[in-house]
């Protein structure tokens, strides 16, 4: 079992930048992605960004690309999502995720632990 704790998230203007971080514990050898996903009022859930264990790959979607960046410290087994240039769209209930096997999908189904999540809100 994979143990995921979020934190920061929180309310900011748009054009501004938030920090997440997502920390990982229990069987964390077992894990081969990390991710995160997004969650808006009446919408599905959508993958956002993720990194192989090994921070070797990261993936990103399109609706984020040269905004946000994800990174992985080693040491301390957390995963960060630094967003930059918000926009009123990002506005979303973001979660952390991990998998435990590799696939070029990157489907909310396809990922089995979760954080609890946390508030991302931007303004205009």
């Known amino acids: 079992q994979v143990q995921l704790v979020e934190s920061g998230g929180g309310l900011v203007q748009a054009g501004g930048s938030l920090r997440l971080s997502c920390a990982a514990s229990?069987?964390?050898?077992?894990?081969?992605?990390m991710g995160w996903f997004r969650q808006a009022p009446g919408k599905e859930r959508e993958f956002v960004a993720a990194i192989m264990w090994s921070a070797i790959s990261t993936y990103y979607a399109d609706s984020v690309k040269g905004r946000f960046t994800i990174s992985r410290d080693n040491a301390k087994n957390t995963v960060t999502l630094q967003m930059n240039s918000l926009k009123p769209e990002d506005t979303a209930v973001y979660y952390c995720a991990a998998r435990t096997y590799r696939s070029g999908s990157f489907l909310a189904a396809d990922f089995g632990s979760w954080g609890q999540g946390t508030q991302v809100t931007v303004s205009s």
């Open positions: 229990g069987r964390t050898s077992s894990i081969y992605h």
